[in-house]
């Protein structure tokens, strides 16, 4: 039988849709931003799952890690 962590393994295939613009790595753990087009065009991505969307580059950023640095992981 699969495993929940294989399983989300799996799925990390490649890298989210949009324009790639931000990567970082806190504490372990991948933060990265893409551009999508739309209302709320960046989207905080961290380990590969969308955490939010965001209307500017900075907004995105800081969520991204301050929700990192609450997860204390």
Do not use: N
């Not at 324009?19 to 933060?31: A, M, Q």
């Amino acid at each position: 039988m699969i495993t929940f962590k294989e399983l989300r393994e799996a799925m990390k295939k490649g890298m989210p849709p949009g324009e790639h613009v931000y990567d970082k790595k806190i504490k372990g753990h991948d933060l990265m931003i893409h551009k999508i087009k739309g209302s709320r065009p960046f989207v905080t991505y961290i380990d590969m799952e969308e955490l939010d969307r965001f209307r500017d580059l900075s907004s995105a950023k800081k969520a991204g890690e301050e929700f990192i640095k609450a997860a204390k992981g």
